[in-house]
């Protein structure tokens, strides 16, 4: 299997972003996490009406992988279906730090203006027990 690349990742977070469910804020996310070995799980945003209950995609992917087994992580691209560059939230990044503190971070407008960031760099000092 041929390793996956950051714009096949993006391109996965955004086609996911199209089921995000946002009915409140309309600011659709969606977010493709890689394994050390090579497996993508995908995610989206879920808006609730108790807005505290909401979930990111973020944390929707890295939670479906962990419950999966996995729980070593190489990248993880953020994308919206709009258009709009977004980046994990300061929750995010605590979570997905508990796993990969050297996680890459792929965000971009679209899969010809990506950025690549380190979560150790999006979030200095991050904490682990």
Known sequence: MSKITDIELYKLARKSAENAYAPFSGFKVGAAILTTGGDVFT?????????????????????????????EFEAIAIATYGGVEASPCGMCRQFLFEFAPKLRVITG???????????DELLPKGFRL
């Open 43 to 71: 995610g989206v945003n879920v808006e609730n009406s108790s807005y505290g209950a909401t979930i990111c995609a973020e944390r929707v992917a890295c939670t479906k992988a962990v419950s999966e087994g996995f729980r």
């Open 109 to 119: 407008k679209n899969e010809d203006e990506i950025e690549v960031s380190n979560l």
